[in-house]
């Protein structure tokens, strides 16, 4: 049986290295990890000639322009990049007759609901990469109403810039940590999603014949719960201390409540989710102390 060819675009931030990870234990792939220089999404001749090339059958779309907080003064290139370009790549894989995954954000919500976001529940931004990332999904469905995209939340792992690698470097320095616990959601391992992508993949590679899902650990948590869970694995003796997001200068709004429901996801690929604070210990389990 021939192998199943992959391509895994963005392959150098932290959701392209979680899944360089999970292929590397995997057999019957032949995965090509595509950084930007060899598949670059702004460019239509770029994506043309890697999807000519290499003829995958499923394309993983991990390129994305992830700074929040910078999106606010270059909504331009966000837009460009979480937009306009997945848009792009989504017709080249529809034409190509290619899988296509892609990831979006908790951030096309306005945090004003209770109760966890379904996949119908409506958006509204707040802020400009929430924006940038709703104009992506829209762009992608109609172009490719079969592409997967999945809605994901808080991601971390031991790779690049995020919450939990902040943590690691504040408690190493030692000194008192303030965090904001008026913020709601549900911290996403990225090593976890996707190893549940892959097994989604090996069961089913048309993703239950694609559309929009929420990906989402069990359980809810503020900023403050995922420092409290991070410290008490790192088995740190630094103070933390709750605040507010009032107290902290931010050039993008957040939402106060953005829990992803995770329920079509687990229906549909068969998988049960993990609870957040699970998913926090196993990627620091290997963790020296």
């Known amino acids: 049986?021939?192998?199943?060819?992959?391509?895994v675009t963005g392959s150098d931030g932290q959701l392209g290295k979680a899944f360089r990870e999970v292929f590397a234990n995997e057999k019957g792939f032949e995965?090509?990890?595509?950084?930007?220089?060899?598949?670059?999404?702004?460019?239509?001749?770029?994506?043309?000639?890697?999807?000519?090339?290499?003829?995958?059958?499923?394309?993983?779309?991990?390129?994305?322009?992830?700074?929040?907080?910078?999106?606010?003064?270059?909504?331009?290139?966000?837009?460009?990049?979480?937009?306009?370009a997945v848009g792009k790549l989504a017709e080249i894989c529809n034409s190509n007759s290619v899988v296509l995954v892609h990831f979006s954000t908790d951030y096309v919500f306005d945090g004003a609901q209770t109760k966890p976001y379904s996949e119908d529940a409506p958006t509204a931004p707040m802020n400009a990469y929430g924006k940038s990332k709703l104009l992506g999904e829209e762009l992608a469905l109609n172009a490719y109403p079969a592409a997967l995209i999945v809605r994901i939340s808080w991601l971390f792992s031991l790779h690049g810039k995020n919450f939990l690698n902040t943590m690691r470097k504040l408690f190493e320095q030692g000194t008192e940590v303030k965090v904001v616990d008026d913020q709601l959601a549900s911290p996403t391992f990225a090593f976890a999603?996707?190893?549940?992508?892959?097994?989604?993949?090996?069961?089913?590679?048309?993703f239950g014949g694609g559309g929009l899902v929420h990906y989402s650990h069990n359980g809810i948590t503020s900023w403050f719960g995922f420092a409290q869970e991070i410290r008490k694995c790192l088995e740190s003796d630094v103070v933390l201390t709750a605040t507010t997001s009032d107290n902290f200068k931010s050039a993008a709004t957040r939402p106060k409540f953005s829990k992803l429901e995770n329920r079509r996801f687990q229906k549909a690929s068969g998988l049960q989710m993990i609870s957040w604070q699970e998913s926090v210990r196993h990627c620091l389990k290997n963790i020296s102390r």
């Open 193 to 206: 999603l996707a190893n549940d992508i892959v097994n989604w993949m090996k069961r089913d590679v048309t």
């Open 1 to 7: 049986m021939s192998e199943m060819r992959i391509l």
């Open 31 to 84: 995965v090509h990890f595509a950084t930007k220089a060899i598949f670059d999404i702004t460019s239509e001749a770029s994506m043309q000639a890697g999807i000519s090339d290499f003829k995958p059958q499923v394309v993983i779309n991990c390129a994305a322009y992830t700074n929040v907080e910078l999106a606010e003064t270059e909504s331009g290139i966000a837009n460009n990049v979480n937009g306009h």
